[in-house]
T-cell receptor, first 110, second 114 residues
Framework: QKEVEQNSGPLSVPEGAIASLNCTYS??????FFWYRQYSGKSPELIMSIYSNGDKEDGRFTAQLNKASQYVSLLIRDSQPSDSATYLC??????????FGAGTRLFVKA | DTGVSQNPRHKITKRGQNVTFRCDPI?????LYWYRQTLGQGPEFLTY????????KSRLLSDRFSAERPKGSFSTLEIQRTEQGDSAMYLC????????????FGSGTQLSVL
């Protein structure tokens, strides 16, 4: 079992729609959860972090965490073509070692 | 804050040769990480340093890989006797206590082993 699992996609949504990206993790001791965005040919950049159960909103992005289900999600509202990228879920157990999932490719169609 | 800098950007080498990559983290960041990424996969953890101490190294990492961070500033990653399977993007990231566990990545070094 992989430590961090994501649906590789691609996920295709029309412009203006909500994109929903999901992630599960295996280590119940995980404490910190992140979403990174990676454009083709570029390095990952952090877009959201979440540390406690519930929702965290930042602009058009909402991260959701459910530790009991070991589940993290990212919602992107009013999706734009510029949101087309690979979204990486990352998890840290508190020892500053961050493990990444394989990423979900998102395409937003104009 | 000039960002994380990695050199070289690209490296082509023949199988069996040794290669060395350099990473300069964001100044004052005490944590430095090396990851490896292949096409269609997420970054794979290799090792990380807090200041000059190497605190963890991936169990999957061959003995041909070694990393150093003298004086807790820049870091080097050396791969000895390269193999075709070593071809990948090698990413460096840094972080510090002010950012929690957030990572800031460099542009990476793309290694091609022929």
């Amino acid at each position: 079992q992989k430590e961090v699992e994501q649906n590789s996609g691609p996920l295709s949504v029309p412009e203006g729609a909500i994109a929903s990206l999901n992630c599960t993790y295996s280590d119940r001791g995980s404490q910190s959860f992140f979403w990174y965005r990676q454009y083709s040919g570029k390095s990952p950049e952090l877009i959201m972090s979440i540390y406690s159960n519930g929702d965290k909103e930042d602009g058009r992005f909402t991260a959701q965490l459910n530790k009991a289900s070991q589940y993290v999600s990212l919602l992107i509202r009013d999706s734009q073509p510029s949101d087309s990228a690979t979204y990486l879920c990352a998890v840290s157990t508190g020892g500053f070692k961050t493990i990444f999932g394989a990423g979900t490719r998102l395409f937003v169609k104009a | 804050d000039t960002g994380v800098s990695q050199n070289p950007r690209h490296k082509i080498t023949k199988r069996g040769q040794n290669v060395t990559f350099r990473c300069d983290p964001i100044s004052e960041h005490n944590r430095l990480y090396w990851y490896r990424q292949t096409l269609g996969q997420g970054p794979e953890f290799l090792t990380y340093f807090q200041n000059e101490a190497q605190l963890e190294k991936s169990r999957l990492l061959s003995d041909r890989f070694s990393a150093e961070r003298p004086k807790g500033s820049f870091s080097t990653l050396e791969i000895q006797r390269t193999e075709q399977g070593d071809s990948a993007m090698y990413l460096c990231a840094s972080g510090d206590w002010r950012g929690g566990e957030k990572l800031f990545f460099g542009s990476g070094t793309q290694l091609s082993v022929l």
